[in-house]
């Protein structure tokens, strides 16, 4: 199978200070991944889309500045929540796929607490 | 755009029961890809079962089945034989199956249905 993990699970983090989050795709080379961001009880919203070496592309809402997405292997991408504030905690999960294949494979997530 | 709606916030079976979870869509491409994830309390997503629009054929995984209606732009999701391990979020959504405007084939989510198993 496809395995896609993360670091840190969970984080605490003062306001005003950066957090990065890792997404790995450990046994495929994930020329996309995705970054979502879910509310208790709520859906996924996705929030940018990363393809190796190229700049992610961001939804709409989305801040870009504060929220960087570095894609720069075929197994790794990060995102930086940058000058964290409460309002960003909340559960990240990213996702990978390979080449044009249609399957996403999700990472287990990470709990962001911003106090 | 693409949508995806789910009607049902809270659903509840019994163990051994069936029970059946509704998800409409609405989408301008006559291809594309349609899958349920269920998310446990670990908040792990796992792929329940995907359906291509071009096949006619519902898919089906073991106790898992859909209901695919492309003309309704229908797909339902039917759990035989529930059981406990089966409680979970279960979130319908929808990918394109070309990469048409740059979509990266990238997935759109229904709001979710809450299914409790009850023993």
């Known amino acids: 199978g496809a395995v896609v993990s993360q670091h840190p699970s969970r984080v605490i983090c003062k306001s005003g200070t950066s957090v990065k989050i890792e997404c790995r795709s450990l046994?495929?080379?994930?020329?996309?991944m995705f970054w979502y961001r879910q509310f208790p009880k709520q859906s996924l919203m996705l929030m940018a889309t990363?393809?190796?070496?190229?700049?992610?592309?961001?939804e709409q809402g989305v801040e870009k500045d504060k929220f960087l997405i570095n894609h720069a292997s075929l197994t790794l991408s990060t995102l930086t929540v940058t000058s964290a504030h409460p309002e960003d905690s909340s559960f990240y999960i990213c996702?990978?796929?390979?080449?044009?294949?249609?399957?996403?494979?999700f990472g287990p997530g990470t709990r962001l607490t911003v106090t | 755009a693409q949508t995806v709606t789910q009607s049902q916030p809270e659903m509840s079976v019994q163990e051994a029961e069936t029970v059946t979870l509704s998800c409409t869509y609405d989408?301008?491409?006559?291809?594309?890809?349609l899958f349920w994830y269920k998310q446990p309390p670990s908040r792990q997503m796992i792929l329940v079962i995907r359906?291509?629009?071009?096949?006619?054929q519902n898919a089906t995984e073991n106790r898992f089945s859909v209901n695919f209606q492309k003309a309704a732009k229908s797909f339902s999701l039917k759990i035989s034989d529930s059981q406990l391990g089966d409680a979970a979020m279960y979130f319908c959504?929808?990918?394109?199956?070309?990469?048409?405007?740059?979509?990266?084939?990238?997935?759109?989510f229904g709001k979710g249905t809450l299914l409790t198993v009850n023993p």
């Open positions: 959504a929808h990918a394109p199956i070309f990469n048409s405007g740059g979509s990266n084939y990238k997935l759109t």
């Open positions: 990363s393809n190796e070496g190229s700049k992610a592309t961001y």
């Open positions: 359906q291509e629009a071009y096949k006619q």
């Open positions: 989408t301008s491409e006559s291809d594309y890809y």
């Open positions: 996702s990978a796929k390979r080449g044009a294949s249609y399957e996403q494979y």
């Open positions: 046994d495929f080379q994930a020329t996309t």
